[in-house]
Nanobody, 120 residues
């Protein structure tokens, strides 16, 4: 099983980024894929989640209205598009997979993170 997050980088406040999470080694269309982030000195925070099983989408309160999550089953990839970024969005972003296709429960697999840095 592998989850590969990419697309992070440096962006100015107000800008946008699209993160990608490419999955392999499991039945992608039965899983939920979540995005999480962790800033230095802070705990892990759930950003967004999509269930490939039933289409459920959940966004964290801190990003609602600024993010779009989508899944391309053929490419085994989940995208997280973030708009109107601000300094508080600076963090390492991780994607994770859950094998029952349910967001907001225990996560089975984690990928390595991709760093997002927002400058003012």
């Amino acid at each position: 099983v592998q989850l590969q997050a990419s697309g992070g980088g440096f962006v100015q406040a107000g800008g946008s980024l699209r993160l990608s999470c490419v999955a392999s080694g499991f039945t992608f269309n039965e899983y939920a894929i979540g995005w999480f982030r962790q800033a230095p000195g802070k705990g892990r925070e759930g950003v967004s989640c999509i269930s490939n099983k039933d289409g459920t989408i959940i966004h964290g309160d801190s990003v609602k209205g600024r993010v779009t999550i989508s899944s391309d089953v053929a490419k085994r990839t989940v995208y997280l598009e973030m708009n109107n970024l601000n300094f508080e969005d600076t963090a390492t972003y991780y994607c994770a997979a859950e094998n029952r296709g349910i967001c907001d429960v225990g996560w089975d697999y984690w990928g390595k993170g991709t760093q997002v840095t927002v400058s003012s």
